[in-house]
């Protein structure tokens, strides 16, 4: 009895041993470091030369360059570039780059989003810009970045930014430009020194690290907003610039440089503040996800949202499908195509084709039923699949079988001849033709059998 005592004893310490092991390895791991950046820019008729350096990066490591569309003349200052893939290896965790930005001297006005470079996997906590206007542009500059100073001399403009967001859009125009109003969140730019903007004292509850904005007040252009600038001619009031800011908060969140989806920052504003989304597409996703989701799910989406630093689209789907026990797509293809795409729940079991994994098949759940996509099952039975537009129907054609059923209709035509449905087994969804299982087995004698892991069909 000793004897097995003492040997539990050294099992015991033996694998306390290996944990504080374990432990004090993971505590001297060095943790990954965070890059910040420092940005010089000289303005010339038609470019800009910009020196980028990267501070606090890995000693000895090599990085990617990744260059924005316009970039030219990359150069390295103390190292070479390889000009196919741009790879550059530090020395002391120090990178200093210059190129050059070709603009359109032409323009009242421009927007720069996509102009700076990047490193491959390297965070940007800090960011400082500086300008140095030869007056060759006769203009104002402003950046989605805190203004720290300006000055204005005899032959140059010289201007001071600086804030934690590691790609800001650069904005100038032909115009004059005046700091109305600043404070931690945005700041807002006039042509006339004599307009006043809306002030601001709100909080934003659980809202944490919150981008800032440049609002600018101009007479050159039409509304724009991006995320870190919104461009406009005409005054926000004080809840518009809280909306605003909101909707900056889940643009960055999510990734979003386009315009043209910037509705997916108005959908969680608008579930966040309980408001109406204001764009077109963002009120039809906020509809569906209503549609769909009790308020609880909905609330318990926005709150994953909130507690993530970053969310793809795909993330986003992985959330929303997490919540129901399902899979979606909705949001990626939403972004993917200006169609309005309704939102689907999909099995998250496997579907097997006669004993194969068919990887690319899933199984849309609607009322607590199953429904197959048609086209892409009976291909995989050896049918010819396809949709007619002209006449609103799905054609199916196997050896001397031949379907076509139509939309809308509860009948069918088999072989030429027509025949009666007492209830159709088809939906259609975003295009796409389903069928349900009573139709698979019933019209083309499939036997479907179901598990916790896997949906079985066969012939």
Not at 139 to 162: R, T
Not at 175 to 196: E, G, I, R, T
Not at 295 to 303: G, K, P, T
């Amino acid at each position: 009895m000793k004897k097995i005592l003492f040997y539990l004893f050294l099992i015991l310490l033996l694998a306390i041993i290996i944990i504080l092991a374990r432990e004090w390895q993971l505590f001297n791991q060095p943790s990954p470091k965070r890059a910040s950046q420092e940005l010089m820019i000289k303005t010339e008729a038609e470019s800009l030369q910009i020196t980028q350096t990267f501070e606090n990066l890995e000693p000895k490591h090599r990085y990617q360059i990744i260059l924005p569309p316009l970039v030219s003349n990359l150069s390295a200052i103390g190292k070479s570039v390889n000009d196919q893939h741009h790879f550059l290896t530090t020395k002391d965790g120090n990178l200093k780059l210059k190129y050059t930005l070709k603009i359109n001297q032409n323009k009242h006005s421009m927007l720069l989003t996509d102009w700076l470079l990047k490193l491959d996997a390297v965070q940007i906590y800090k960011t400082k810009l500086e300008i140095i206007d030869s007056k060759s542009l006769e203009g104002s500059w402003a950046a989605g970045l805190p203004l720290k100073g300006f000055k204005g001399l005899q032959y140059i403009n010289y201007y001071v930014f600086e804030g934690m967001d590691s790609r800001p859009p650069l904005y100038w125009q032909d115009q004059p430009l005046y700091l109305a109003y600043s404070n931690q969140y945005f700041s807002a730019f006039v042509q006339d020194p004599n307009k006043k903007t809306a002030s601001f004292n709100k909080s934003f509850g659980n809202l944490k690290n919150l981008s800032y904005v440049t609002f600018i007040y101009s007479d050159t252009n039409s509304s724009t907003m991006i995320p870190g600038m919104v461009i406009t001619n005409e005054l926000l009031s004080s809840p518009k610039i809280y909306r605003i800011l909101v909707a900056n908060y889940f643009m960055k969140k999510f990734g979003i440089a386009k315009v043209e989806n910037a509705w997916l920052g108005d959908v969680f504003t608008s579930l966040y503040l309980k408001e109406t989304a204001e764009s077109i597409k963002g009120k039809f996703i906020v509809e569906e996800l209503k549609k769909n989701l009790p308020i609880s799910e909905l609330h318990a989406l926005v709150n994953r949202t909130l507690n993530k630093d970053f969310l793809h689209s795909q993330g986003l789907d992985s959330e929303l499908g997490n919540i129901k026990g399902l899979k979606t797509n909705f949001f990626t293809a939403n972004l993917q195509s200006p169609k309005l795409s309704a939102l689907l729940f999909y099995d998250i079991r496997n579907v097997n084709i006669n004993g194969h994994l068919a990887e690319d098949l899933f199984c849309l759940r609607e009322n607590n039923q199953l429904f197959f996509p048609l086209l892409q099952t009976m291909e995989r039975f050896g049918y010819s699949a396809v949709e007619d537009t002209t006449q609103d129907a799905v054609i199916l054609k196997k050896e001397k079988k031949d379907f076509v059923f139509f939309h809308n209709q509860n009948s069918f035509l088999y072989n030429g001849q027509k025949f009666g449905l007492l209830e159709s087994p088809f939906i259609k969804r975003n295009d796409i033709t389903f069928i349900n299982q009573a139709g698979l087995y019933t019209l083309f004698k499939l036997k479907i059998s179901s598990s916790n892991e896997e949906i079985n069909i066969s012939e």
